[in-house]
């Protein structure tokens, strides 16, 4: 089974966890502020699709990965990560930095892309 990114969010607070293996019963979840943490659904908030889906080139064995979105000091991307079966890769962004982040090429991998304002956004690499 491919390994998907699984975050948990407070809204009261704004805390966000990253779960390594979920609670599959019904009935409970993370606790935060006291009311459990949300799970955060990727490509689900209605924000431009273009300018959050991140989008890769293959260049030799690196992963160009681009999202073409501001960084603007209050809205931007937070961060951009590849899954993997075997590994997790994040690289963390700041208002201003470009939005482009290199991974080492692996095939089958997941990217993700997480806005300070539109939340997360996914895109399977094809091979
Ligand atoms: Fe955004």
Redesign the pocket.
């Known amino acids: 089974m491919k390994r998907e990114l699984i975050l948990k969010k407070c809204d009261h607070c704004g805390a966000m966890v990253e779960v390594m293996q979920d609670c599959q019963c019904a009935d409970c979840g993370l606790i935060c502020c006291g009311k459990p943490m949300r799970t955060i659904q990727s490509n689900s908030v209605d924000?431009?699709f273009e300018?959050?889906v991140p989008t890769y080139r293959r260049i030799e064995n690196q992963l160009l990965v681009t999202v073409n979105?501001?960084m603007d000091e209050d809205?931007y991307?937070e961060w951009v990560a590849l899954v993997t079966d075997n590994r997790v890769g994040k690289k963390f962004l700041q208002p201003g930095n470009s939005a482009e982040v290199l991974f080492p090429y692996v095939p089958n991998g997941t990217l993700y892309a997480y806005?300070?304002?539109?939340g997360l956004w996914k895109k399977e690499i094809e091979q």
């Open positions: 924000a431009a300018k959050h979105h501001v809205h991307i806005c300070n304002k539109h």
